[in-house]
């Protein structure tokens, strides 16, 4: 089991030796939700972390049902859309290094435009 | 019209059926005239030959409740095969409402019923002395007598001519009581799919055609059945696994109300905000745990976007197709009503009255915004208490719109423009359209190529003649000016492509989304046999833009008939995520300048210049504005 400390319980980066973790909400939507079977989903990822991070730490836990959600299979790229990191927008394509504090939060915003 | 070498060829198999029905009813003559191959090669079908039929055949400046205003339907190669999404044609009419050409897009089966029956598209004109509808069977098609009918709801006429021709099968286009009495907004349904926009349904009323009937037993021939089977088979993969794409069939196109309030790009209160406090009821999971009971598709769809919902009994009983997203921001976060129940109720009253319901919905989103500040009071809503979120309030106006009754009712009924216009006291500030077409619900405020797209396109504030999705998916960049005329142009082209092929936007991430794609030109070559490059495809669909925009010029709109809102321009969002996005005056010329000297257009007027009319073999236009 891996040993797992919450960012901020100690002082100076956690426990010697190990890396602080960030706890993150990740909001799901839609097909999202489906995948994951609820609203929210608690993530931890080292610090300093980031949105690429909080993706794999996902992608780890969902496994292939989570990447056919957010792969393209044409361009063999990750499917671009609006990732809400906090209060901003970032994008999936150019912005998945941007870093995460803990206690933050990161929501997929898949692109709609009919009906 | 005349040919470019003096002959010419019917084309036929290939997509084509090769023929055009026209019918007279002044005469009441009916006959059938060939579609030539030259004709297609240059406008390809739907909304661009249309265009191009129109700017011979129906003089500019006219009124469009004049019998010499005409209508056409026109359906595109892919309809009728089996390419996925390939059931979408056009009505097109000189609208009432932005005074141009417009091009009101169906699904559905309709389109591919009709070339079944022989025919590529209609041609409708004149008026007839009394009301009548057309009934299409094959080779005969006749005019028949519907004064039984007048004054029947879509659904109620609908089912008499199922039951008068005695086939549950055949496919019905029905106008309303609105469009009757000629209601700016008033639509055409097509069985349950709607031809929504820009008051096909008013034209369809002025010339006393109640509805127009058809049963198709032949069949679209294509050179190489295979190719066609193969190209489709891949494509519908590409449906089916494309992220962007799924969720489509698990909920429609409200798959999305979620994430795009947390986005804080969901229109609330009249757009005075875009983040909507009721929204986790009406969302797309909210509407499938509550009311949805089926999904359904429009004809070789595999995506089967459409749900089937049954409010079973209480006030706002109802049996729809759908919700759709537009029926969720319209009467939901728009009017800030969180009853799915009551969303469905207005779905089904704007069907059965045939009233679009993206313009209805903000026309009473707009008199509650009016309401609630005081420049409308009870006097002026028939003793309605017309706030924001009163679901009851917003049903019962609607009822009053669908019936034009005085009041309230007659007032909405004319639409934002017409009746900010009317009330005066800086109501227009707040309303929310572009020449006189109500917004869909897509904001522009952090997008600004959707902004220049929204603000030339020639259907006033349509989402498909833009599509927000290059920048809604951060493909690029939201925040730069920069090339964003330029991109405005590509997806217009990959727009009016697809229109004028047959193709469903919402197939928008294998058929766009930046510009036209491989994809489109494969499909379109693999039914015609053709071998058009990207340039050449690119070409075909900037003549068909061009075409159009001379429609407009000719009325003699230019530049500054390209607006967007006025609170879109002075009104930055207040909150969430987009908080201070805003596209000013400035921005707006900026872009709009961008955009027209891509297009090759002048600068000053926004128009086509002789030499790009020239270029795209339009030069018949060049004095004629």
Same mark, same amino acid.
């Given at each position: 089991?891996? @040993?797992?400390?919450?960012? &901020? ?5 956690? *426990? ?5 973790? $960030?706890?993150?909400? %990740? ?30 730490? @996902?992608?780890?836990?969902? &496994? ?5 959600? *957010? ?5 063999? $790229?990750?499917?671009? %859309? ?34 | ?625």
């Amino acid at each position: 089991m891996q @040993l797992q400390t919450q960012a &901020g319980a100690s002082p100076g980066g956690g *426990l010697s030796g190990m890396a602080a973790k $960030a706890h993150v909400r %990740f909001k799901a939507f839609s097909v999202i939700r489906d995948v994951m079977g609820a609203e929210y989903v608690d993530v931890e990822v080292d610090q300093p972390g980031t949105v690429q991070d909080v993706m794999d730490a @996902l992608l780890a836990r969902f &496994g292939e049902d989570l990447r056919e959600k *957010l792969w393209d299979r044409e361009e063999n $790229a990750m499917t671009p %859309f609006l990732i809400r990191l906090n209060d901003e927008i970032i994008r999936s394509r150019f912005d998945m290094g941007r870093s995460i504090e803990d206690g933050g939060e990161v929501a997929f915003i898949f692109p709609i435009g009919g009906g | 019209m005349q040919t470019k070498n003096g002959t010419r060829k019917q084309i036929q198999g290939q997509g084509y059926v090769g023929w055009i029905l026209r019918v007279n009813l002044d005469s009441g003559t009916i006959g059938k005239e060939p579609l030539y191959e030259d004709l297609v090669r240059d406008f390809v079908g739907g909304a661009g030959l249309a265009a191009r039929i129109f700017y011979d055949e129906v003089p500019a400046k006219i009124d469009a409740f004049a019998p010499e205003n005409k209508l056409i339907m026109m359906t595109g190669p892919v309809n009728g095969t089996m390419v996925p999404t390939a059931s979408r044609a056009v009505l097109c009419a000189k609208s009432p409402t932005t005074g141009s050409f417009f091009h009101s897009s169906f699904g559905g089966f309709f389109a591919p019923e009709l070339k079944a029956a022989g025919y590529d598209g209609m041609i409708i004109e004149g008026k007839a002395e009394h009301p009548v509808y057309l009934w299409i069977d094959d080779g005969t098609v006749e005019i028949r007598d519907a004064r039984h009918l007048w004054g029947q709801s879509t659904f109620h006429a609908q089912a008499a001519i199922r039951k008068e021709i005695g086939d549950d099968e055949i496919h019905v286009a029905s106008i309303g009581v609105a469009g009757e009495a000629g209601l700016a907004y008033a639509m055409v349904l097509l069985d349950m799919r709607a031809a929504g926009r820009g008051g096909v349904g008013a034209v369809m009323g002025s010339k006393n055609l109640k509805a127009m009937a058809v049963r198709g037993t032949g069949g679209v021939s294509v050179p190489n059945m295979f190719g066609v089977y193969n190209k489709a088979q891949r494509l519908n993969d590409l449906v089916a696994t494309t992220p962007a794409i799924q969720g489509l069939s698990s909920y429609g196109t409200p798959r999305n109300v979620a994430s795009m309030n947390d986005a804080g790009i969901l229109p609330t209160r009249n757009w005075q905000t875009e983040v909507f406090e009721g929204m986790q009821n009406i969302t797309g999971e909210a509407m499938k745990e509550k009311i949805v009971k089926g999904n359904r598709a429009c004809m070789a769809c595999s995506i089967n976007c459409t749900k089937y919902s049954v409010v079973p009994d209480g006030p706002y009983k109802s049996i729809i197709n759908g919700a759709d997203y537009e029926t969720i921001y319209g009467f939901g976060s728009c009017c800030a009503v969180d009853n799915m129940e009551a969303l469905c109720k207005a779905d089904e009253l704007c069907d059965e009255y045939g009233i679009d319901l993206i313009s209805a919905s903000v026309c009473i989103s707009w008199a509650m915004e009016a309401y609630e500040k005081g420049m409308l009071t009870r006097d002026d809503t028939d003793g309605i208490d017309l706030r924001f979120g009163n679901a009851d309030a917003m049903i019962e106006v609607l009822e009053k719109i669908g019936r034009n009754e005085p009041g309230i009712g007659a007032l909405l009924a004319k639409g934002t423009r017409e009746a900010a216009r009317i009330v005066g006291k800086g109501t227009e500030r707040f309303a929310m359209q572009n020449k006189g077409i109500e917004w869909a619900g897509h904001t522009c405020r952090p997008f600004p190529a959707c902004a220049v797209g929204y603000a030339t396109g020639p259907r006033g504030g349509s989402h498909h003649d833009i599509r927000p999705t290059a920048e809604k998916s951060g493909l690029v960049d939201r925040k730069v000016l920069e090339g964003k005329g330029a991109l405005a142009v590509e997806v217009n082209h990959w727009l009016i492509f697809a229109d004028s092929m047959g193709l469903c936007h919402l197939g928008e991430p294998i058929w766009g989304p930046l510009k036209i794609s491989q994809n489109q030109i494969e499909a379109l070559n693999a039914i015609t046999d053709w071998n058009l490059s990207y340039d050449e495809a690119r070409k075909i669909a900037e003549r068909q833009w061009n075409m159009i925009r001379c429609l407009s010029a000719r009325e003699g709109f230019t530049r500054d008939y390209d607006q967007l809102p006025i609170r879109f321009m002075e009104e930055p969002i207040p909150e969430g995520p987009m908080k201070g996005s805003v596209i000013s005056r400035e921005t707006l010329e900026r872009l709009k300048d961008d955009y027209y000297e891509y297009r090759g257009w002048d600068k000053k007027t926004g128009n086509p210049t002789p030499a790009k009319l020239k270029e795209l073999g339009l030069e018949f236009a060049i004095d004629d504005f």
